[in-house]
Nanobody, 126 residues
C-alpha cells in the first residue's frame, strides 16, 4: 500500500521558515516525479514545486522561486520542501504527490499525480 506522509507544517510569522517532509512508503519514488501542491481556503490547488527523482531536476512556481527549495533523500525515500521568507499568501494546506513515469512535464497539473498525502497546514501570520 502506497503512503505519502507529510510533516513539518506549522505557524510562523512573515519572513519565517519551515521545512516540510514527505515520507514515501510502499512505493519506490526513483525515476518518478514528486510534487508539492498547496490549497488555500476558497482557492484551487496549485503546484508549488516538483522534482524528477531520476536526475534531481527541480521546478518551481513563479510565486515561490528563490524562496522555496525542493530536495530529495533517496536513502530515506523522502522529499523535502524548504520554505524561506514566508509570506501570508503562502498560508495553505500543503500536499505532496507522486507521479509515476519518466518525466515531470507539466508538473504543475495535479491530475497526473497518482498518489497523494493527507496534507499539512502552513499558516503565516503578518
Amino acid at each position: 500500500q502506497v503512503q505519502l506522509v507529510e510533516s513539518g507544517g506549522g505557524s510562523v510569522q512573515t519572513g519565517g521558515s519551515l521545512r516540510l517532509s514527505c515520507e514515501v512508503s510502499g512505493y519506490t519514488s526513483g525515476s518518478n516525479c514528486m510534487g508539492w501542491f498547496r490549497q488555500a481556503p476558497g482557492k484551487e490547488r496549485e503546484g508549488v514545486a516538483a522534482t524528477y527523482i531520476g536526475t534531481g531536476s527541480t521546478y518551481y512556481a513563479t510565486s515561490v522561486k528563490g524562496r522555496f527549495t525542493i530536495s530529495q533523500d533517496n536513502a530515506k525515500n523522502t522529499v523535502y520542501l524548504q520554505m524561506n521568507s514566508l509570506k501570508p499568501e503562502d498560508t495553505a494546506i500543503y500536499y505532496c504527490a507522486a507521479r509515476p513515469g519518466g518525466y515531470c512535464g507539466s508538473w504543475w497539473l495535479s491530475a497526473p499525480y497518482r498518489y497523494w498525502g493527507q496534507g499539512t497546514q502552513v499558516t503565516v501570520s503578518s
